[in-house]
């Protein structure tokens, strides 16, 4: 490690940590120069703010295009490729960096290193908002220090030798590139290549916007400027409409709308993403005040009102249909558990009570009645089934039920039947053979409440009026 040096500016010393190779490069206007750094604070700890290394990429800078930490090109031009070194630097070098670091770390995140929607610098910036929007800088910006940045070269590259983008180019430079990005993002829009035509005007407006911090706000160069900026950004707006990105369209616009209030086309492009994203009352606002603005959009406007009324109308249907929809799945939902009681599935446990509502109910609410043989085998034949029967087949049957038209009701099955009154064994023969002729002939005339199988489950009841004997028979009505 070479001894510390004092280089021909106040202010810096310089320590070599790894020297170079080859000779020391050309430093010329435009040359553009790759490195690594890192910045710390110059207390026995040396604290580190940044470091271009954990941050995973290098750092790039052209000599000679006002970089805002000026110290800086300064200590690159007195390294060789590959050197490293470590600088100490004086507070009168060091009391832009928070502003620098700022940029540089919204850069290693993936932001534009330029808030293109705040329309005032850097400096502005933090007496309006108090913040930099990191604590450490923060207090840099309040305290200045000396601070050490080890500096890594590792490339330098001639004017002729690499494209130049535009945060390369001077101020002069970028205000020329302006147009043409201006025309290619015209030209791609036009294609329909919107995505790419967004980079155009996205760069065309990064472009201004650095050139318009080194102007006083709201006077002519700078209000010029602005307006270049806003006609670029309108475009960009215009290319995230094809995009649908609607919601950040509102939000560009907005921008411009509160600092330029008589914006016609920010009113317009903010009422055609209101209305895509079903904000009536907002869409119509800014529609109206386009007319306001410029009378001449008057038919323009009421193509849009039209287009604007028809799209509420369809998705007030639409909205209607679903809940409409909804509810009834909810309804359906609510009669089917409606439906399901468990007191049916132990039918031995029926309160009297329980059976009258059971007489009552709906074909679609009563339940399943057994085959003729469970019934036959049980001694529990519902009373129901019995007095249906009766009633179908009353003619042809009255002289068979005189019996037991008044036994078979106390067999069935109450909370309070012994055990010893529900045995099959107090049946005659006679009774089970009279309910067995009566449950085959009420089977024949299909009067259960619901179809026993699906090929059933559509036909209507027919009732023996309309059956001839023969198709009453057990042996039709089992085909």
Known sequence: MEESMMLGVEGIKKSILHGGISEKPKFVTGTKVTFHFRTQLC?????????????????????????????????????????????????????????VAKSLRRIAVGKDPVDWHIHTCGMANMFAYHSLGYDDLDELQKEPQPLYFVMELLKVQQPSEYDRESWALNDEERLKAVPVLH???????????????????????????????????????????????????????????RMEEYYEVIEHTTDIINQHPGAMKAF???????????????????????????????????????????????????????????FAKMAREQGSLELENPDQEISEQT??????????????????????????????????????????????????????????????????????????????????????????????EDITPEPTYPEQADQDLITSEQMTPAEMTPENTSQ
Request: with cysteine; net charge negative; charged share 30%.
């Open 43 to 99: 207390n026995d700890e040396r604290t580190v703010i940044d470091d271009s290394k954990k941050a995973g990429m290098p750092m790039e800078m052209v000599i000679g295009n006002m970089f805002k930490l000026d110290v800086w090109e300064t200590l690159l031009m007195s390294m060789h490729i590959g050197e490293v070194a470590e600088f100490w630097c004086d507070v009168i070098h060091t009391g832009m960096y928070p502003i």
């Open 183 to 241: 025309g290619q993002g015209n030209k791609l829009f036009k294609q329909g290549r919107y995505e790419d035509a967004t980079l155009k005007y996205k760069e065309a407006v990064m472009c201004i916007k650095n050139v318009q911090t080194k102007e006083k706000a709201w006077e002519a160069p700078w209000l010029r400027l602005e307006k270049m900026a806003n006609t670029l950004t309108l475009n960009y707006c215009q290319c995230l409409l």
């Open 268 to 326: 317009y492009l903010r009422g055609k993403a209101h209305m895509e994203v079903w904000n009536e009352a907002e869409a119509r606002d800014d529609f109206m005040r386009v007319l306001d603005l410029d009378p001449g959009m008057k038919k323009t406007i009421k193509k849009e009102l039209a287009v604007l009324k028809m799209r509420m109308e369809l998705k007030n249907e639409e909205d209607r249909l679903k809940y409409k929809g909804m």
């Open 351 to 444: 309160s009297p009570e329980q059976e009258t509502t059971q007489e009552k109910q709906s074909p679609e609410e009563a339940p399943l009645e057994k085959t003729g043989e469970e019934q036959t085998n049980s001694p529990q034949t519902s009373p129901e089934q019995i007095t249906s029967a009766q009633e179908v087949t009353q003619e042809e049957t009255s002289t068979a039920l005189s019996s037991s038209d008044h036994e078979i009701p106390e067999q069935s099955a109450t909370q309070n039947v012994t055990p010893e009154q529900t045995t099959t064994e107090e049946d005659t023969p006679e009774q089970l053979e009279a309910v067995q002729t009566f449950l085959e002939q009420s089977a024949s």
